[in-house]
């Protein structure tokens, strides 16, 4: 997934993880002192579900908090769940990291998530 509207000096980041079927799983872009954490994707995927798969996906940096709802079907074949967010997500504050939780997937699969973005100093 791309970076969208990064300014030019700015430092790529992301964060990626692996979870059990029917676990709930986050990762975290990390802090980093003296800069801002900007998240501009998000994306999940899932091997072939039992069944319908929903939940919320929460994004926050403890400050605020954004849900996204997302689901899946048997009857499709999975693909990647991107969330893409132009502009980026930013962090409240300089040297705060932004979390990504997703809920226990009951499908019976695995599933990872990664999320990507970029620090900067505006």
């Known amino acids: 997934m791309p970076i969208f509207d ?65 689901m899946m079907s048997a009857t499709i074949i999975p693909a990647p769940v991107d969330l893409t967010l132009q502009p980026g997500v930013y962090a409240s504050a300089f040297g705060t990291a932004i979390t990504i939780s997703v809920p226990a997937i009951t499908s019976g699969a695995p599933y990872a998530l990664s999320a990507q973005g970029y620090y900067t100093t505006d």
């Open 6 to 70: 990064a300014p030019p000096m700015a430092q790529q980041c992301q964060a990626s993880g692996t979870f059990l079927a029917a676990a709930a799983g986050s990762i975290s872009l990390p802090a980093i002192t003296g800069m801002r954490t900007v998240l501009t994707g998000v994306t999940l995927t899932c091997g072939v579900a039992t069944g319908t798969v929903h939940g919320i996906w929460t994004v926050t940096d403890g400050t605020w908090s954004q849900s996204y709802y997302i």
